[in-house]
T-cell receptor, first 106, second 114 residues
Framework: QQPVQSPQAVILREGEDAVINCSSSKALYSVHWYRQKHGEAPVFLMILLKGGEQKGHDKISASFNEKKQQSSLYLTASQLSYSGTYFCGSGYALNFGKGTSLLVTP | DAGVIQSPRHEVTEMGQEVTLRCKPISGHNSLFWYRQTMMRGLELLIYFNNNVPIDDSGMPEDRFSAKMPNASFSTLKIQPSEPRDSAVYFC????????????FGDGTRLSIL
């Protein structure tokens, strides 16, 4: 069963923050996050492996709550380049959520 | 370093024709994944291989779809006969065999079945 992402879409002004959530009804042992720009391939952002693990990449970070079977992606001080669709994936051969479309406007 | 290479980038063909999509994984990667992306269903895993052996093909929609990996540097996804509902973007991805390894995606093949 694929993870559920929320929100489905979000529009931000440059500099604002956003949170994207990913939850699963099945146990999560790892969570992958990818970003896909229109017409391009998904690009890897980060993997979280342990409950409570947090990682950061530039101003994008993520947390993983194994007990709650959920992960959140935090985008801080968003930039125009952050626009795209964000996917979380679970399992080794990734079972992706439907994605969250993020648009950052000037 | 060369990334995952897929061909063709675009394919337009008529219903009933055989379609073959090709993928060359990153050298040294021993896991290969085929995904399909549509607006309705999102990004779906079709099949994956470890060390050239198919591990899970439960995502392959029906018998019209088949995938092979004859060696570590080449894989094909074949649809025969093709149908309009097969129209989608097909991605190939590769990684090392380990849960903490990222998958690297090719640019995809945009398939249109008329």
């Amino acid at each position: 069963q694929q993870p559920v992402q929320s929100p489905q879409a979000v529009i931000l002004r440059e500099g604002e923050d956003a949170v994207i959530n990913c939850s699963s009804s099945k146990a999560l042992y790892s969570v992958h996050w990818y970003r896909q720009k229109h017409g391009e391939a998904p690009v890897f952002l980060m993997i979280l492996l342990k409950g409570g693990e947090q990682k950061g990449h530039d101003k994008i970070s993520a947390s993983f709550n194994e007990k709650k079977q959920q992960s959140s992606l935090y985008l801080t001080a968003s930039q125009l380049s952050y626009s795209g669709t964000y996917f979380c994936g679970s399992g080794y051969a990734l079972n992706f959520g439907k994605g969250t479309s993020l648009l950052v406007t000037p | 370093d060369a990334g995952v290479i897929q061909s063709p980038r675009h394919e337009v063909t008529e219903m009933g024709q055989e379609v073959t999509l090709r993928c060359k994984p990153i050298s040294g990667h021993n896991s290969l994944f085929w995904y399909r992306q549509t607006m309705m269903r999102g990004l779906e895993l079709l099949i994956y291989f470890n060390n050239n052996v198919p591990i899970d093909d439960s995502g392959m929609p029906e018998d019209r779809f088949s995938a092979k990996m004859p060696n570590a540097s080449f894989s094909t996804l074949k649809i025969q006969p093709s149908e309009p509902r097969d129209s989608a973007v097909y991605f190939c991805a590769s990684s090392l065999v380990a849960v903490n390894q990222p998958q690297h995606f090719g640019d995809g093949t945009r398939l249109s079945i008329l």
